[in-house]
């Protein structure tokens, strides 16, 4: 296992384009998360999946912005409409959700550039 | 709402020295996690702390939590310039899965 994969890694996009970023966790981790990172801040939280449920979603999450895991392994993070403000590194991590470890595992992130 | 303070926010420390980077939170909770990113690249977890009192080593790093203090500590020793790298404390409330992540400790270590 490779660890949490995100594609594209980096997307430069026109202000009112839609983009839609992927992410693989790493296999059999049944918590899926998706995280904003602008420059010089922490990440902040999206979104949260377990399996195919999502179930939980930050007010920073707008209408214009959606997230499926549909067969509870990879997962899509779609922005339509995309403004400036979007330009951010979006970080994808998996965890067991287990006792014995709730640690996040973080891929290596999809850098936004909205033009 | 939980709220997460780390501080300093920039550190420059000489080879050698030792130092400390503090992380308060507002409310509630037993799972805290100390994170390191390099400049451009992902987040890689150090430390996962679960319980009041915890405390874990990891060569030069070592992290301890108080959880009736609302406060995690992440201790540097004979710093390197390998640790040179950005440092976030990360927490979730209790009964949340929402992390909430400080603004991080910019870490940099001359010789």
């Known amino acids: 296992d490779t660890g949490v994969s995100q594609d594209p890694r980096h997307k430069i996009t026109k202000r009112g384009q839609n983009v839609t970023f992927r992410c693989d966790p790493i296999s059999e981790h049944n918590r899926l998360y998706w995280y904003r990172q602008t420059l010089g801040q922490g990440p902040e939280f999206l979104t949260y999946?377990?399996?195919?449920?999502?179930?939980?979603k930050s007010r920073l999450l707008s209408d214009r912005f959606s997230a499926e895991r549909p067969k509870g392994s990879f997962s899509t993070l779609e922005i339509q409409r995309t403004e400036q403000g979007d330009s951010a590194m979006y970080l994808c991590a998996s965890s067991s959700g287990t006792s014995a470890s709730y640690e996040q595992y973080f891929g290596p992130g999809t850098r936004l550039t909205v033009t | 709402e939980l709220k997460v303070e780390q501080n300093p926010l920039f550190l420059s420390m000489q080879e050698g020295k030792n130092y400390t980077i503090y992380c308060n939170y507002s409310t509630t909770s037993d799972r805290l996690y100390w994170y390191r990113q390099d400049p451009g690249k992902s987040l890689e977890s150090l430390f996962v702390l679960l319980s009041n009192g915890a405390v874990k080593q990891e060569g030069r790093l070592m992290a301890s939590l108080d959880t009736k203090a609302r406060l995690s500590t992440l201790h540097i020793t004979a710093a390197v310039h390998d640790l040179s790298a950005t440092y976030f404390c990360a927490v979730e409330a209790y009964n949340n899965n929402d992390m909430r992540f400080g603004a991080g400790t910019r870490l940099t270590v001359k010789p």
């Open positions: 999946f377990q399996n195919e449920a999502q179930l939980e």
